[in-house]
């Protein structure tokens, strides 16, 4: 941290002083990586004003509590959920495709990201996420609006090719606390199971994209597929043993070929040890990874999600659970709706068939109260579960109804079908 103290010079101080730019009446906007030594210095001032956060965790929750801040997330978290429901924060639905266009439209005054330290040529990475970050920036560098930073050595140092010079921040802090993150969980005994039904819909020299969750990134380390490659949401685990393993090495990519390709990195010693400095991954923008348009320039795509719930007409809901936002669209909207652009591609919905220890079914006859539609039944072609794969596209509502029937768990299989 010293070198970066040094690279920063009279910018460097404690968050404190990096907070000292705001002024009441001022809108902050965060990048993905929550800062949250920033925001929780601002929560200690007595400043008013407006905060757009991408994730609200620890300190998107002290700064919310003082409710001095008119607060926006744009992904529900067990931070933001509780000042939601005290009316001190809303969600913001933006799917990750779109976060330039929403930025570009904005007025705010600052903005707060967490960083890697510079790197010799001065140039600060994103580490384990970009996100919309480098749009988020871009407009910031453009407008003249103070870009203030917190830099976590503890990130790695990844490669974007959009790095953010060091003269280009206003005000750099330490960080101090750890990177807000998911807690890992344990393999799914179903990941076996649910992996060979994957199988079957996975090709060699398959490009593969992963979305949030634990199911499916355990699910795809067990593919056997040659000549994989790699443009995703989310560089888990899973996708990481691919490489290691052989089974991935990006060689017959229609775009970035050689290239792993990704917009969030998963805090895992495993990823970090695979991206860190590493020129044959790139942890790139949003606007980069998940356009639509550049996700239809793949060949042989194969976009693989999870889901809270899914109805028997195959409408997804991968965000609620009783009519509570718990999670945001990430990016399986963009992948979808990319995917379904060219006909070699195939939208694929991968979970267990229940939730809390076998008390739910995850497949419903109709989505709750409150329930929202992550991804409409125009946007999926199969759903598989460790009981089978169900083909949605180009069936009947009452051929799906059947075909997800069948790959329900047999407990809830009766009671489906008198609904």
Same mark, same amino acid.
């Given at each position: 941290m010293n070198d970066a103290a040094r690279v920063f010079g009279a910018r460097w101080g404690e968050p404190v002083d990096a907070v000292g730019l705001l002024r009441d009446g001022m809108h902050v /906007?965060?990048?993905?990586?929550?800062?949250?030594d920033l925001l929780t210095a601002l929560a200690k001032t007595s400043i008013h004003g407006a905060a757009t956060l991408a994730v609200c965790a620890l300190g998107g929750y002290v700064?919310?509590?003082?409710?001095? $801040?008119?607060?926006?997330? /744009?992904?529900?978290?067990?931070?933001?959920?509780?000042?939601?429901?005290?009316?001190?924060?809303?969600? @913001?639905?933006?799917? $990750?495709?779109?976060g330039g266009t929403f930025f570009r439209a904005e007025a705010f005054d600052t903005v707060f990201v967490r960083l890697a330290p510079p790197d010799e040529r001065g140039l600060c990475s994103y580490g384990w996420a970009a996100g919309y970050t480098p749009e988020l920036l871009d407009v910031a560098i453009a407008r003249g609006i103070p870009i203030v930073a917190e830099i976590d050595p503890a990130m790695p140092r990844t490669h974007s090719g959009r790095e953010v010079p060091e003269?280009?921040? /206003?005000?750099?802090?330490?960080?101090?606390?750890?990177?807000a993150a998911d807690t890992p969980v344990p393999p799914s005994p179903h990941a076996p199971a649910i992996a060979r039904h994957l199988h079957e819909l996975v090709p060699d020299d398959a490009t593969l994209q992963v979305g949030i969750g634990s199911v499916p990134d355990h699910a795809v380390a067990l593919l056997e597929r040659r000549g994989l490659g790699i443009h995703t949401e989310v560089l888990g685990p899973g996708l990481v043993s691919l490489v290691s393993r *052989?089974?991935?090495?990006?060689?017959? =990519?229609?775009?970035?070929?050689?290239?792993?390709?990704?917009?969030?990195?998963?805090?895992?010693?495993?990823? $970090?040890? $695979?991206?860190n400095d590493n020129p044959a991954v790139q942890v790139r923008g949003a606007d980069d990874v998940l356009?639509?348009?550049?996700?239809?320039?793949?060949? #042989?795509?194969?976009?693989?999600?999870?889901? &809270?719930?899914?109805?028997?007409?195959?409408?997804?809901?991968?965000?609620t659970i009783r009519g509570e936002q718990v999670a945001g669209v990430g990016g399986q909207l963009d992948f979808f709706r990319g995917a379904g652009l060219v006909d070699d591609a195939l939208?694929? &919905?991968?979970?267990?068939?229940?939730?809390?220890? *076998? =008390?739910? #079914?995850?497949?419903?006859?109709?989505?709750?109260? *409150?329930?929202?539609?992550? #991804?409409?039944?125009?946007?999926?072609?199969?759903?598989?579960?460790?009981?089978?794969?169900?083909?949605?596209?180009?069936?009947?509502?009452?051929?799906?109804?059947? /075909? @997800?029937?069948?790959?329900?768990?047999?407990?809830?299989?009766?009671?489906?079908?008198?609904?």
């Open positions: /906007a965060a990048g993905l990586i929550e800062p949250t700064l919310g509590q003082t409710g001095r $801040f008119r607060m926006r997330t /744009a992904f529900a978290t067990p931070a933001s959920r509780p000042l939601s429901a005290a009316g001190l924060c809303e969600y @913001l639905p933006l799917t $990750f495709a779109r003269a280009a921040i /206003a005000r750099a802090c330490p960080a101090t606390s750890p990177a *052989g089974f991935a090495d990006n060689a017959n =990519k229609s775009v970035d070929r050689g290239l792993t390709v990704a917009t969030i990195a998963s805090i895992d010693p495993s990823v $970090f040890a $695979f991206v356009d639509p348009r550049k996700i239809a320039r793949h060949g #042989s795509l194969r976009c693989i999600n999870s889901a &809270i719930s899914v109805d028997l007409r195959g409408q997804i809901d991968a965000e939208r694929i &919905i991968a979970m267990e068939s229940t939730a809390s220890g *076998g =008390k739910h #079914s995850r497949i419903v006859r109709t989505l709750g109260d *409150g329930a929202v539609v992550t #991804s409409t039944r125009y946007d999926v072609d199969y759903v598989v579960t460790e009981y089978g794969i169900a083909r949605l596209a180009g069936r009947t509502d009452e051929q799906r109804a059947r /075909a @997800l029937l069948e790959i329900a768990h047999p407990d809830y299989r009766d009671a489906l079908r008198r609904s």
